[in-house]
């Protein structure tokens, strides 16, 4: 009984197998640009957040020094 006859061969099996792997590696790279994508979108969505909070601060110390200059209140 030949290889042929029992199955696949070893060339066949390897050409299947490198086929296999550069689908597989295909697959990774476009799920690591698309994971880079979403961590500089959040990275970039953190910062917004951090400036935005400053602001608020800011803001809220503006206010509270405006409210003691107020007669009768909180002075």
């Keep these: 009984m030949s290889e042929e006859e029992g199955g696949i061969t070893p060339e066949a099996q390897m050409r299947q197998l490198e ?3 550069a689908e ?9 640009v698309a994971y880079k994508k979403v961590e500089d979108e959040l ?3 953190n910062a917004i957040i951090e400036v935005m ?3 608020a601060i800011d803001k809220e110390i503006d206010k509270e020094g405006l409210e003691s200059l107020l007669p009768g209140e909180g002075g």
């Design 19 to 21: 086929e296999r792997l």
């Design 24 to 32: 597989e590696t295909d697959r990774l790279e476009k799920l690591y």
């Design 43 to 45: 990275a970039e969505r």
């Design 53 to 55: 909070e400053k602001e």
